[in-house]
């Protein structure tokens, strides 16, 4: 898998932070057998300020306020889809998790991707746990390889 990070915060990204996350994820999912391995699938990840951020979440959600994550669906067959991340959004909520913000993008991250993949915690409580038990499986096992 290849991903694609376009800055257009304020805040820095830390790019190769991402690249290796999503490599450990990508393996880990292939052998869950969740998705296969293919070469050259892309994902795009865009990084947003708060006001940008917040006008896509109402003009495809109705929704007035900047999230942390946004998921598109691509129909290209070479590409997972595109994720929105507001940058503000994700550096408020690393404080209020108690992880570090290059973390918290990656935890976002994660759970924008588990969307593409076909996961959605808003369908019922157990396809919540579903998700969450592998979103959250997947990042603690990230973390504990970092160190």
């Given at each position: 898998?290849?991903?694609?990070?376009?800055?257009k915060s304020d805040i820095p990204v830390p790019r190769k932070y991402m690249e290796?996350?999503?490599?450990?994820?990508?393996?880990?999912?292939?052998?869950?057998?969740?998705?296969?391995?293919?070469?050259?699938?892309?994902?795009?990840?865009?990084?947003?300020?708060?006001?940008?951020?917040?006008?896509?979440?109402?003009?495809?959600?109705?929704?007035?306020?900047?999230?942390?994550?946004?998921?598109?669906?691509?129909?290209?067959?070479e590409s997972y889809g595109e994720l929105i991340i507001c940058s503000q959004v994700a550096k408020k909520q690393s404080v209020e998790?108690?992880?570090?913000?290059?973390?918290?993008?990656?935890?976002?991250?994660?759970?924008?991707?588990?969307?593409?993949?076909?996961?959605?915690?808003?369908?019922?409580?157990?396809?919540?746990?579903?998700?969450?038990?592998?979103?959250?499986?997947?990042?603690?096992?990230?973390?504990?390889?970092?160190?």
């Amino acid at each position: 898998m290849e991903c694609l990070i376009v800055n257009k915060s304020d805040i820095p990204v830390p790019r190769k932070y991402m690249e290796r996350a999503f490599e450990l994820f990508e393996k880990e999912l292939v052998k869950k057998k969740i998705i296969k391995k293919q070469k050259g699938l892309e994902l795009t990840i865009v990084f947003l300020n708060e006001n940008e951020a917040k006008k896509i979440n109402f003009d495809f959600r109705e929704k007035n306020y900047a999230t942390d994550v946004l998921s598109f669906e691509n129909m290209d067959p070479e590409s997972y889809g595109e994720l929105i991340i507001c940058s503000q959004v994700a550096k408020k909520q690393s404080v209020e998790h108690q992880l570090s913000y290059r973390d918290e993008l990656i935890y976002l991250t994660l759970h924008g991707f588990l969307h593409l993949l076909g996961f959605d915690h808003e369908v019922s409580k157990k396809q919540e746990k579903i998700m969450f038990d592998l979103q959250d499986g997947l990042f603690e096992k990230f973390l504990s390889k970092k160190k």
